[in-house]
């Protein structure tokens, strides 16, 4: 056949994906063929951008194309297979669709391993050799490979940008220096890389430090907990051992009461039942007489009846002995005394226990409150704000900062999302000791920390039993909860702190200046975690923002 005389090249058969023989072939419609699963991969990587391009031509598609296999390609792949063409390992010098490839090779693309930043070009290992012989080349910036190199690169004059304008805070090229930066107060791009080298490692330094100390605290805690749990552990041990004594007090004193009441229940029956032994036989005797009176009244003969009247008369009745119910009263009087001991165990034990509960929450209580603004900063918690929460009234701009508008944004919809009033809530739950700041601009603000699940529909903030708020309202501040508002403390504000121990039921409202000054603290009890949350309903335009403490 005339096919086999034409030299096929292997690579023309291969997927530029992994690099191996076609499985499954597929052809886009720019005309590039793909493994099936390789190209599915690509674009599952590629679906939150919902815009699917080619790896090789870089041509996008919108929808995602729905491909089926090449028959005809397959048919040839296996053929080839089939006459002796065996796939070669994958060569992994040349560049997958994760690797930057060189911008310099033909054809099949090889792995970079440089990227030089004066001429903004990758470079394989074969064609990064000149900047390493060539003397002007060596003095070129040669970096790890990478994929940014465009932002090198001026936008306006497609000139690398070398220098840096500190009037507008970016990068520049030569060209922007004299024309739209002409004035302006430049540095080279080096010169201002070396300042803020000093000033990330000043933050460095800073950040390592509070690693430091948190290691330290950690370290600390680590150790409370170990005294916790063995203090525990001793505690529930003596606490059994006590208990078992008291038990088996108590269970010597049943054995005791028990054996008393039996003695006396046995010598009680000895007494009735020879006490009913003599009642039975005073019972035969009379029977007797009776049977002899009834004799008597049937005698005919009157001399011989009045004869033996007097007889029979002059009998003596046995005398009847009387029943005693004292050991009745014996039993219920040892019922009462057992009963009485059972109330006074019970209010010792109540009393006992109640002693133990507040010496338990004085312990947990025992650290003290905060009072300067760096003692509520260890307790700084970095909050954000949840935009599936927020009203479609309140603009969120980035993820800490919201603004009352008069159009209506156009947020999806979402069970968590306040229909009415504008409010929102933050994503991070909030327990133990917590401490954030909100700054306010405008006409009012409302402050506030709520449950997950408060009311999303008609309740503003401090109207239910699920939040707590300070309402800001240019110079009257009131606390609300239940829908009763309570006046603050009076104070210009518009920086307020919120310091929270969740687990102390404690809530604090400060305003936050040089000083800190309490506006009003809540007393109560939390059931469940809570989240911070802010209202903006007193006119449009009105910010409010959770302050980054950090």
Known sequence: MAQKGVHLDRESFSCSICLDLLKDPVTTSCGHSYCMKCIEDFWDGEDQKKIHSCPQCRKTFTPRPVLEKNVMLAALVEQLKTSGLQAAPADHSCARTEDVSCDVCTGRKLKAIKSCLTCLVS???EHVQPHYDVTQLKKHQLVKPSKKLHENMCSRHYEVMKMFCRTDQQSICNVCVVDEHKGHDIVSAAAERRGKQKELQVRREDIQQRIQSREKDVKQLQQQLEAIIVSGDKTVEDSEKIFSELIRLVQKRISEV????????????SRVLELQEKLEQEISELKRKDAELKQLSHTEDHNQFIHNYQSVSALESPRSSSIDDGPLRYFEDVTAAVEELRDKLQDILRDTWTNISLRGAEGLLSEPEPKSRADFFRYSCELTLDPNTANSQLLSEGNREVTLTLQNQFYP????????????LSKESLTGRCYWEVKWRGTGCVVAVAYKDVVKTGS????????????CYGNNYQFCHRGFRTPASA????RVGVYLDHRAGTLSFY?????????????????RPLHAGICLWFSFGDTAEICNLK
């Open 258 to 269: 028990k054996q008393q009441i039996r003695s006396q229940q046995e010598t009680e029956v």
């Open 413 to 424: 919809d979402h069970p968590e999302r306040f229909i009415l009033p504008p409010q929102i």
């Open 123 to 125: 470079y394989c290992e």
């Open 460 to 471: 503003a903030f401090g109207c239910d039993d699920q939040s707590w708020a300070l309402v």
């Open 491 to 494: 104070c210009v504000v518009s």
């Open 511 to 527: 305003s936050v200046s040089k000083t800190m000054t309490l506006l009003h603290k809540v007393q109560t009890s939390f059931t």
